[in-house]
């Protein structure tokens, strides 16, 4: 699968008219949908390096909500991507976004180690983590 660049995200973002959240480490944007569903999504300052295939398919499923082909007509075209999209393929296991969120802001690990993990080895990492003292 053809992986994006970061600024591709950022273009992605802006032609499918997402709002800028804020600009630290990274470049955060909101979109909010019709049905009133909220997506966010940020973009790193690397913006000239690509990301693997696993992590281009997690912000595909799980920030972007659209398909690769949505992604990649939205940046030829400048249209905005058709929502809702064509059914996403699922992944083995989605894990909670809940949980998600922890592993990356609390433990610190990436999307992509995040990405091979099942629930059970994510619930163990996070619980690991909290029971050390700090």
């Known amino acids: 699968m053809r992986t994006p660049t970061w600024a591709q995200v950022e273009e992605f973002c802006r032609k499918d008219r997402w709002e800028e959240v804020r600009a630290t480490d990274h470049v955060f944007f909101r979109k909010v949908l019709q049905d009133g569903s909220v997506l966010?999504?940020?973009?790193?300052?690397?913006?000239?390096?690509?990301?693997?295939e696993d992590r281009f398919a997690l912000i595909l499923r799980t920030q972007l909500r659209v398909t690769a082909a949505a992604f990649w007509d939205t940046l030829r075209s400048g249209r905005p991507a058709p929502r809702p999209s064509a059914p996403l393929p699922a992944s083995a296991e989605t894990l909670p976004g809940w949980l998600v969120q922890a592993l990356i802001h609390e433990v610190g690990l990436s999307a992509e180690v995040i990405a091979g993990l099942d629930e059970r080895q994510a619930r163990r990492l996070l619980a690991d983590f909290r029971s050390q003292p700090r």
């Open 40 to 52: 966010e999504t940020h973009r790193s300052f690397s913006a000239k390096k690509s990301m693997s």
